[in-house]
């Protein structure tokens, strides 16, 4: 006589079928399911209205000091790297489905329901008013806010000596002193005159300069461009 070994699952199965049937476990199943979709749902409304609170009710003893920013940290971030500081409102791109886990977790975690979303990306994943790394962000009181989620690519490694001329007028017109000289450098000695001297070099320069210096202007207010100390937290696109 073969004695067949005892398969685990078909057991569990037979005991699930004499304690309910099949048509009434998938109703409960979906129940469950039709809850968790309504607990995403109120989520995800909750990010698009972007309701501004200053702090949510989280128990500290659960939180990750490494995920605590206080509001000068963020500012200083978005500052060197062009960065927005903005209300999840005006975030247009889709939101991973990793951020509602999280939240999810967090609200259960802590018993409250999370509000007052904020966002830190680039200025085009805003759907910003006309005058590459997403991170949602929640209030926790007193301008610190809690690091929910991050996704997307990682930005560029040299962006924030790209973005460096932006940060402020200083930065910019250093820049445009930097490309006026080298720009004079490549002027061919004796172009306007036999000897080629330091004056002349300086009245070029002069030259260089103002004419870059009028390009970026024009083009600056032609595009409503600001400088990054104080375009990281506007709404408005043209800033």
Known sequence: MELHGTHIPDKILESRNKRISEDVLMKEVQEIFEQEKRKEDLILKNIKKG???????????????????????????????????????????????????????????????????????????????????????????????????????????????????????????????????FLTALVPQGMFSPKYTTMEFLMIFIFMFKWIAGMALFYGIKKGKNFSEAIWSSKFYNA
């Open 51 to 181: 309701i501004d609170i200053e702090s949510n009710s989280l128990i500290i003893d659960f939180l990750e000091t490494s995920k605590i920013y206080h509001l000068s940290d963020i500012e200083k971030t978005c500052i060197d790297y062009r960065l927005r500081f903005l209300s999840s409102t005006y975030y247009k791109a889709q939101l991973p489905y990793e951020a509602i886990s999280k939240i999810k977790h967090l609200e259960k975690l802590h018993d409250t329901k999370l509000e007052g979303f904020k966002i830190m990306a680039p200025a085009k994943l805003f759907k910003l008013e006309n005058a590459d790394d997403p991170l949602l962000f929640a209030p926790i009181g007193n301008q610190y806010y809690y690091l929910i989620h991050s996704w997307g690519k990682d930005l560029h490694p040299f962006r924030k000596i790209m973005m460096w001329p932006f940060k402020q007028l200083e930065n910019f017109i250093l820049l445009l002193l930097v490309v006026s000289l």
